[in-house]
């Protein structure tokens, strides 16, 4: 049983083309509100906590529509072409409406509201598509391999994140927006249109769904053991025992935690070093540039350490790191006046932490469900995430505004460390591939 790299590759672009587009939202949404519409940090943040909201309804829905649909192109693809298309033609508004508030062309009582609802549509088609792009790797892979793929696939959307953060600092460095009143970003998003259609049009052109998910479901039928659900007798469907159903909370409630820690970092850190450093995008686009390398260089290292070692060894080690790395970044940050080196290298420690979570959560979340229902858990998974980030960028930027900027990597700290706590009382999911001989690691690497 061997991954095929080329496939997983081209699933992954589904992936690659989402965190480019988050890395845009994270990084330049919450300037335009704070600095062009000179909304407070509480409001700012609600705002940006809408996505999160909306998704903890929208992706268990989708996930679980897409269990169900059959089409002639898959279960997941109708919804990944879709929601693409509707959100790169939208994501082009928003710089028109911000730059149309600027030069005084519209009203702020009419700006803003359109702003918010073009934003709260883009929200919507992300929301369509996001469980049904991340299922679909399970839908393909052997529940063995699916730590390995997953690391693939987290290589896709972090070559997508640098991508980005390369063309970002580029076309917008500190050199060409320091001392502007405002910066025009007309070009970032009409980039990012272009980058997320060509991203999901290729995978379209090359990956067969119906014939991969079929080869798929044949091998899983040759290893029911590898079935952690029972049938449950009053409704004839699958459901989870109950100690797995136990690790399955823990795991969600893991995922929840770290997820508050990390965002609270990726929504405020461009702010955060603009008040504190008077640093602005290009300085937190290097940064997270760099984070993303850290990443990308250890995402295949992870996940084949995850087939022999086990997931939940990994994950430990990743949530350790980033309490550590969040720690440190605390330290650097109030005690510099511009970003450094030692905060360059803290921040690709932060990568490798967030890889190693990362590749393995959603693997443990599927390994303890029924192939045909990895959209629904895959909902869960994000239900789990979301939660977490509606929480975050609110509270994160309630704190910074009464209490001080500087919290914010004391606030990240603690939540990473509590999402350790939690993980140590997942007990189900944890299953490695099996063994190979001689030289057959090196062809399978």
Not at 84 to 92: E, G, K, S
Not at 256 to 261: D, E, F
Not at 282 to 304: D, E, H, Q, R
Not at 401 to 411: A, D, E, G, R
């Amino acid at each position: 049983m061997k991954l095929n790299y080329k496939n997983t590759c081209l699933v992954g672009l589904a992936f690659m083309s989402i965190i480019a587009f988050w890395q845009l939202y994270d990084n330049v949404v919450p300037v335009l509100l704070t600095q062009t519409f000179h909304l407070d940090e509480d409001i700012t943040g609600f705002i940006m906590s809408l996505d999160n909201i909306l998704s903890l309804f929208m992706l268990p829905l989708f996930g679980k529509i897409s269990d169900k649909t059959h089409t002639r192109i898959g279960k997941r693809m109708p919804y990944i072409l879709g929601g693409t298309i509707v959100t790169a033609l939208l994501l082009n508004l928003l710089p028109i409406i911000d730059n149309g508030f600027f030069a005084g062309k519209v009203s702020f009582f009419y700006s803003l509201p359109m702003f918010v609802i073009v934003l709260g549509m883009i929200l919507l088609a992300m929301s369509v598509y996001r469980s049904p792009a991340v299922a679909l790797m399970p839908d393909v892979t052997p529940k063995p391999l699916r730590a390995r793929a997953n690391a693939i696939i987290n290589l896709m959307g972090a070559a997508g994140g640098i991508i980005y953060l390369a063309f970002t600092a580029v076309m917008f460095p500190k050199s060409k927006t320091e001392g502007l009143e405002h910066v025009n970003y007309q070009l970032l998003f009409i980039f990012m249109s272009v980058f997320m259609v060509v991203c999901v049009l290729v995978m379209h052109a090359t990956i067969n769904e119906p014939e991969l998910s079929d080869k798929n479901e044949q091998i899983e039928k040759k290893h029911p053991e590898w079935d952690l659900t029972e049938q449950d007798k009053t409704t004839g469907h699958a459901k989870l025992p109950a100690d797995v159903m136990r690790s399955m909370i823990f795991l969600l409630a893991s995922i929840a935690l770290w997820y508050i820690g990390y965002n609270a970092v990726t929504t405020w850190f461009t702010t955060y070093i603009s008040v504190l450093m008077g640093e602005g995008l290009g300085g937190a686009s290097t940064c997270f540039l760099i984070a993303n390398v850290g990443a990308i260089v250890s995402y295949i290292p992870i996940g084949y350490m995850a087939a022999h070692v086990g997931r939940k060894k990994m994950i430990y080690f990743g949530t350790l790191l980033l309490t550590a790395s969040f720690a440190l970044c605390y330290t650097l940050t109030t005690t510099a006046d511009s970003v450094t080196v030692p905060m360059y290298i803290t921040f690709a420690l932060v990568g490798v932490a967030w890889a190693s979570i990362s590749v393995n959560s959603l693997p443990m979340a599927v390994e303890m469900c029924k192939g045909s229902d990895a959209g629904k858990y895959t909902g869960l998974y994000y239900t789990a995430s979301m939660a977490g980030q509606v929480i975050t960028p609110t509270l994160a930027g309630f704190l910074m505004k009464n209490v001080s900027y500087k919290i914010l990597f004391v606030y990240a700290t603690v939540f990473s460390l509590l999402s350790f706590i939690t993980m140590t009382q997942v007990k189900h999911g944890d299953v490695k591939a099996d063994q190979l001989a001689g030289l057959e690691n090196f062809e399978d690497m």
